[in-house]
T-cell receptor, first 112, second 112 residues
Framework: QKEVEQNSGPLSVPEGAIASLNCTYS??????FFWYRQYSGKSPELIMS????GDKEDGRFTAQLNKASQYVSLLIRDSQPSDSATYLC????????????FGSGTQLTVLP | DTAVSQTPKYLVTQMGNDKSIKCEQN?????MYWYKQDSKKFLKIMFS???????INETVPNRFSPKSPDKAHLNLHINSLELGDSAVYFC???????????FGSGTRLTVV
């Protein structure tokens, strides 16, 4: 069983819409949760981190964490074509020497 | 100034050859990592070094060996390259993994 699972997509949304990206993880003791954005041919860049249950907002991005359901999501409001990228969910599982474990990513396309 | 730099950016080589990829970070971070990203965008941890000590060594073939001459450098040496080694290799660093990683720009390795 994969430790971190994401729908691979592709996910397409029109410009200005809300994009919703989802991620589940298998280790209930996971400590920290991250969303990375990766443009084609580029390296992953950190866009959000969340540690506690609930919502965390940063500009157009909102991360949501539900530890009971082992679920983390990323909402992108007012989606722009420049948001088109692969979004990688990552967690630090328990007992992992604080190693980031990544999901396989969701490819998002924002249509003008 | 580039925070985490990798060289070379592209590497094409024949099966059976030995090659190295270099990584340097100027962030003063204590821990450095090597990740392999396959064609499906899945990022998998290979090694990490903390203050010149190996703290994680995932089940990678022993043809792969990390070498860290100092805290700012973590090089990856690969012996007897195989077709399946073709991938993008990312170096990363962190001061506190709970704050996420900073990735280098990646090295695309193609074995022919």
């Amino acid at each position: 069983q994969k430790e971190v699972e994401q729908n691979s997509g592709p996910l397409s949304v029109p410009e200005g819409a809300i994009a919703s990206l989802n991620c589940t993880y298998s280790d209930r003791g996971s400590q920290s949760f991250f969303w990375y954005r990766q443009y084609s041919g580029k390296s992953p860049e950190l866009i959000m981190s969340i540690y506690s249950n609930g919502d965390k907002e940063d500009g157009r991005f909102t991360a949501q964490l539900n530890k009971a359901s082992q679920y983390v999501s990323l909402l992108i409001r007012d989606s722009q074509p420049s948001d088109s990228a692969t979004y990688l969910c990552a967690v630090i599982p328990s007992g992992s020497a604080r190693q980031l474990t990544f999901g396989s990513g969701t490819q998002l396309t924002v249509l003008p | 100034d580039t925070a985490v730099s990798q060289t070379p950016k592209y590497l094409v080589t024949q099966m059976g050859n030995d090659k190295s990829i270099k990584c340097e970070q100027n962030l003063g971070h204590d821990t450095m990592y090597w990740y392999k990203q396959d064609s499906k965008k899945f990022l998998k941890i290979m090694f990490s070094y903390n203050n010149k000590e190996l703290i994680i060594n995932e089940t990678v073939p022993n043809r792969f060996s990390p070498k860290s001459p100092d805290k700012a450098h973590l090089n990856l040496h690969i012996n007897s390259l195989e077709l399946g080694d073709s991938a993008v290799y990312f170096c990363a660093s962190s001061q506190d993994p709970m704050d996420g990683y900073t990735f280098g720009s990646g090295t695309r390795l193609t074995v022919v």
